[in-house]
């Protein structure tokens, strides 16, 4: 496997999970008489890497319109809302359906970041089996590796952070307003949940589980450059 380019650490994990095995062994044995690499070396470079692409992911969701003006995981309203959306766009709610889409997305926007933290304690609790079972998995194998790790307290520990973002940006209250005015018209019979909380929860995980995916999409596609001496190493076993 030549490269022609450098690669980025923040991608380094993403690209060595296409490693063949024939691959993996290389990096191993050691290139250029400074003896082999151990595993425990390659599963440190693998963290580093992932928890810089992480870092990066968590950073651009969290940038002004990351979520909002980004179509592949912009939060849209709920369900049952969407489902009315025309009916409150031609009873005069138009403006205020508008203002709680972007709200929403602020929210999210603001939250991202919490979710840094946990993302990086589960790749420090990488065992080495875990990485190499990342390196030969599937093409999604570190995504699926975190979601695995953390979707339950990610949850749990982003619901709060949510729900103090949704109240700071008015969301909450814009998107209520919606409900209750839309849940008083004459002869509705199934009313919209005003509750966000869970909701937007869901949507501002999936988004950033979707934005990790894309760099290991990227990854086998553009490498960039080598930073480190571990990762010089590491990839002049594949030139």
């Given amino acids: ?5 450098a690669m980025s650490p923040a991608l380094f994990l993403i690209f060595l999970i296409s490693c063949s095995s024939a691959d993996i062994n ?3 044995q050691g290139v250029g008489g400074q ?3 151990t595993q425990s070396e390659v599963s440190q470079g693998l963290k580093e890497a992932l928890i810089q692409g992480i870092s990066k992911g968590a950073d651009q969701a969290a940038e002004t319109d990351g979520f909002f003006r980004n179509e592949l995981i912009k939060i849209l309203l709920p369900e049952d809302a969407r489902r009315v959306e025309n009916t409150l766009r031609q009873v005069g709610l138009g403006a205020e359906v508008d203002r709680a889409l972007l709200a929403i997305n602020r929210g999210a926007e ?6 840094k933290p946990i993302f990086i304690q589960a790749i420090r609790q990488m065992t080495i089996q875990d990485a190499f079972q ?3 998995g599937d093409e999604d194998a570190a995504t699926q590796f975190l979601r695995r790790s953390t979707e339950s307290q990610l949850i749990a520990l982003f619901q709060p952070r949510i729900q103090e973002s949704l109240n700071e940006v008015g969301a909450t209250r814009f998107y209520g ?3 209750n005015s ?3 018209l004459p002869l509705v ?5 005003p509750d966000l909380n869970a909701y937007v929860t869901e949507r501002a995980i999936d988004g950033l589980f979707q934005l990790i995916a894309i760099e290991e999409k990227n990854i086998r596609e553009n490498p960039l450059d080598r930073t480190t001496a571990l990762m010089r190493r590491v990839f002049s076993a594949q030139d």
Avoid: F, Q
């Avoid at 603001?110 to 979710?115: D, I, T």
């Avoid at 019979?189 to 949940?193: F, Q, S």
């Fill in 1 to 5: 496997m030549k490269l022609s380019h």
């Fill in 35 to 37: 003896g082999p690499l």
């Fill in 26 to 28: 290389k990096l191993l």
């Fill in 134 to 136: 990342v390196l030969r």
């Fill in 189 to 193: 019979n199934r009313k919209i949940d």
């Fill in 177 to 179: 307003d919606i409900a």
């Fill in 182 to 184: 839309y849940n008083s």
């Fill in 110 to 115: 603001r939250a991202a970041l919490e979710a």
